[in-house]
């Protein structure tokens, strides 16, 4: 139902754009948020979007990332600029209303000091 996409390896200070994209579910019925899980660390969740102009970020990505929806594409992008070595992990995206949630597999992010 979910389909991540867009990882890699970038250097530090570069940047990746992530999408997940939605097959049999309308995206913008549901919040969707970018989780990411670094080797040895707990999920943690990076950005949420509920409505059009509610979003959340977790404080490290702050001012680098940003999440953000493509209707006409029942898409939701993760922009991630100035990206930083800690940033390595991978990322999942996760749709989610009172009907049920939807998880895309991860897509590997590495970034290289």
């Known amino acids: 139902q979910l389909q991540a996409s867009g990882g890699g390896s970038v250097q530090a200070g570069g940047s990746l754009r992530l999408s997940c994209a939605a097959s049999?579910?309308?995206?913008?019925?549901?919040?969707v948020a970018w989780w990411r899980q670094a080797p040895g660390k707990q999920r943690e969740v990076v950005a949420r979007?509920?409505?059009?102009?509610?979003?959340n970020y977790e404080d490290s990505v702050k001012g680098r990332f940003t999440i953000s929806r493509d209707n006409a594409k029942n898409t939701v992008y993760l922009q991630m600029n100035s990206l930083k070595p800690e940033d390595t992990a991978v990322y999942s995206c996760?749709?989610?209303?009172?009907?049920?949630?939807?998880w895309g597999q991860g897509t590997l992010v590495t970034v290289s000091s």
């Open positions: 996760n749709a989610v209303n009172s009907d049920g949630s939807y």
């Open positions: 049999g579910i309308t995206l913008s019925n549901y919040a």
């Open positions: 979007i509920g409505g059009p102009f509610t979003t």
